[in-house]
């Protein structure tokens, strides 16, 4: 019975490792198709948003598993308590990637001058996703605290394109284009709080404490 608790833990271990590229991939492939206004490209990150959503429900279903059947001791109960967290925040990540590939669509050029701040952005809550991954895998409560603090970083690049898109919105009689680049930069924005999330709850399964 220890056997197959171990090979559930691991299997649950295996799974967030999985789910975490997939919403890299996600986060990647959206920033492309914007560079690029690549629409089928766009239309891949709709696409893979539904095997996101069901990478979600089967880890759902593992850790449940693992609480009506194993009973965990109380390290591993947090441990399992913050996979079922953390799984809804790589949720809405996919979610918020998707959500800006379809804002590509409406987006008739890329000739924002700021697209290499979009990218440092995207850059920075990849490497928090990652990170925060990787610390829940190897309990590195340290990496995790450095996801956290690295959404400062994330926090000031979004004001610094809000700052600038609103300047422009103020010079131009159309503005629904300059909306949409602020929208995609509060969905960033977002991901990299739902990255610090993750990153929290890596602290939880670690400390007890969040």
């Given at each position: 019975?220890?056997?197959?608790?171990?090979?559930?833990?691991?299997?649950?271990?295996?799974?967030?490792?999985?789910?975490?590229?997939?919403?890299?991939?996600?986060?990647?492939?959206?920033?492309?198709?914007?560079?690029?206004?690549?629409?089928?490209?766009?239309?891949?990150?709709?696409?893979?948003?539904?095997?996101?959503?069901?990478?979600?429900?089967?880890?759902?279903?593992?850790?449940?598993?693992?609480?009506?059947?194993?009973?965990?001791?109380?390290?591993?109960?947090?441990?399992?308590?913050?996979?079922?967290?953390?799984?809804?925040?790589?949720?809405?990540?996919?979610?918020?990637a998707?959500?800006?590939?379809?804002?590509?669509?409406?987006?008739?050029?890329?000739?924002?001058?700021?697209?290499?701040?979009?990218?440092?952005?995207?850059?920075?809550?990849?490497?928090?996703?990652?990170?925060?991954?990787?610390?829940?895998?190897n309990?590195?409560?340290?990496?995790?605290?450095?996801?956290?603090?690295?959404?400062?970083?994330?926090?000031?690049l979004?004001?610094?394109?809000?700052?600038?898109?609103?300047?422009?919105?103020?010079?131009?009689d159309?503005?629904e284009?300059?909306?949409?680049?602020?929208?995609?930069?509060?969905?960033?924005?977002?991901?990299?709080?739902?990255?610090?999330?993750?990153?929290?709850?890596?602290?939880?399964?670690?400390?007890?404490?969040?």
């Amino acid at each position: 019975m220890r056997d197959k608790y171990q090979e559930d833990l691991e299997e649950l271990n295996a799974n967030i490792l999985k789910m975490g590229k997939m919403i890299e991939i996600a986060i990647e492939s959206s920033v492309l198709a914007l560079m690029g206004r690549d629409i089928q490209q766009a239309a891949t990150v709709s696409e893979n948003d539904e095997a996101i959503d069901n990478m979600e429900r089967e880890i759902e279903g593992l850790c449940m598993k693992l609480l009506l059947q194993q009973q965990p001791v109380a390290t591993d109960l947090r441990v399992i308590t913050a996979a079922l967290k953390m799984v809804t925040d790589m949720e809405r990540i996919g979610d918020h990637a998707s959500d800006i590939a379809e804002l590509v669509l409406q987006i008739p050029d890329c000739k924002y001058n700021k697209m290499d701040t979009i990218t440092e952005i995207s850059t920075q809550i990849i490497n928090m996703i990652h990170k925060s991954i990787e610390s829940f895998i190897n309990r590195n409560y340290d990496m995790a605290q450095v996801v956290i603090a690295q959404d400062d970083i994330v926090d000031n690049l979004y004001y610094e394109i809000k700052t600038d898109l609103i300047q422009k919105i103020k010079k131009t009689d159309d503005g629904e284009q300059i909306l949409d680049y602020l929208l995609i930069a509060r969905y960033f924005e977002r991901i990299g709080d739902h990255a610090t999330n993750i990153a929290k709850w890596v602290v939880f399964a670690i400390t007890g404490k969040k």
